[in-house]
């Protein structure tokens, strides 16, 4: 039966509904129910129920609900179905304190999020007990359009909580852009632009790391991690964070606590380059934002400033 919802064999799950009825009452080692694993089917999920309604309190090991492995797949038509059938599944939390809003935020689901939002509004509130993340955190790391938007117009002060990590929304975005595409790169500018409106002073939030948002957002450009590297244009990472540098080149104010350690980490990525030949010209753009400002910011860093210009020379 359960092999048999995955898979949206819905003439099977008929079938062994009406022959082996006892089927339905299989419950994995998991704690997983055939209502959990059809999900992406409403048909199924209208048959199951129909045969066993106490399906749809059942939860998992992890105190997963139907509802959240939906909000995980996306399937808007079963969140749909669910949520009229048992209204309060949206307050239910898992055993690390996520509702179904947090799993589709998490999973990029816009209309899943947006749905579920509109049927709960008062989840959006809640944060989870395992990590100390609101929404907005999960809506970082998913990067979904709709639900940075969404998230950030109804809670803006969101922003500037931190989770067990004392990361924020925006550190959290910068930890997990790899892989992104281009096309994102618009709305994560306007969600930039809507985080330094209310706060200019997000990007100098340090997390337990010692790390600002800018230094996380660091780590994405260095090749050693698989970061693809241009030498005509920027990737998308070294695009993003090229704007965090110009956002505080702009605003010297902002520059001068953590400039030594941007520095330090400019010229271990001119070795890089010159180790390795990668995006040097990409490279020399950025690093050349915080050496210049730097400089005029704080003149005891010239020793360092001339040893970063050295490096530069030597890659051009």
């Known amino acids: 039966?359960?092999?048999?919802?995955?898979?949206?064999?819905?003439?099977?799950?008929?079938?062994?509904?009406d022959r082996r009825p006892e089927l339905i009452q299989f419950i994995s080692s998991d704690g997983t129910t055939a209502l959990h694993h059809a999900v992406k089917t409403v048909s199924i999920v209208k048959q199951l129920l129909a045969h066993k309604p106490e399906l749809i309190d059942m939860v998992d090991r992890r105190g997963t609900t139907a509802l959240h492995f939906a909000a995980e797949a996306g399937s808007v038509a079963v969140i749909d179905f669910l949520l009229s059938q048992h209204p309060e599944l949206s307050d239910m939390l898992d055993s690390g304190g996520q509702n179904a809003l947090h799993v589709a935020a998490l999973r990029g689901h816009g209309e899943a999020f947006l749905r579920l939002l509109a049927?709960?509004?008062?989840?959006?509130?809640?944060?989870t007990t395992s990590t100390n993340r609101n929404t907005l955190h999960y809506a970082a790391l998913g990067c979904d359009p709709k639900v940075l938007d969404a998230t950030l117009s109804l809670r803006?002060?969101?922003?500037?909580?931190?989770?067990?990590?004392?990361?924020?929304?925006?550190?959290?975005?910068?930890?997990?852009?790899?892989?992104?595409?281009?096309?994102?790169?618009?709305?994560?500018?306007s969600f930039l632009e809507k985080i330094w409106k209310l706060n200019p002073n997000a990007l100098q939030i340090v997390n337990k790391q010692s790390q600002t948002p800018l230094i996380c957002a660091s780590v994405l450009c260095?090749?050693?991690?698989?970061?693809?590297?241009?030498?005509?244009?920027?990737?998308?990472?070294?695009?993003?964070?090229?704007?965090?540098?110009?956002?505080?080149?702009?605003?010297?104010?902002?520059?001068?606590?953590?400039?030594?350690?941007?520095?330090?980490?400019?010229?271990?990525?001119?070795?890089?380059a010159l180790s390795s030949c990668l995006g040097i010209h990409a490279l020399i753009e950025i690093v050349k934002e915080y050496c210049f400002c730097a400089l005029e910011e704080d003149p005891e860093l010239g020793d360092i400033f001339t040893f970063t210009r050295k490096r530069l020379r030597d890659c051009d």
């Open 222 to 272: 260095d090749p050693r991690w698989g970061t693809t590297f241009f030498t005509r244009k920027l990737s998308w990472d070294e695009m993003f964070y090229s704007q965090l540098l110009t956002r505080l080149a702009n605003d010297r104010s902002l520059l001068k606590p953590k400039v030594q350690d941007s520095l330090a980490f400019a010229n271990k990525q001119c070795e890089v």
């Open 156 to 189: 803006p002060e969101l922003a500037f909580d931190v989770d067990s990590a004392d990361d924020t929304p925006l550190h959290c975005l910068c930890q997990h852009g790899k892989g992104r595409t281009r096309e994102l790169q618009n709305t994560l500018e």
């Open 119 to 127: 049927q709960n509004p008062r989840s959006i509130d809640v944060t």
């Open 1 to 17: 039966m359960t092999e048999a919802a995955s898979a949206k064999h819905e003439t099977t799950v008929a079938l062994l509904l």
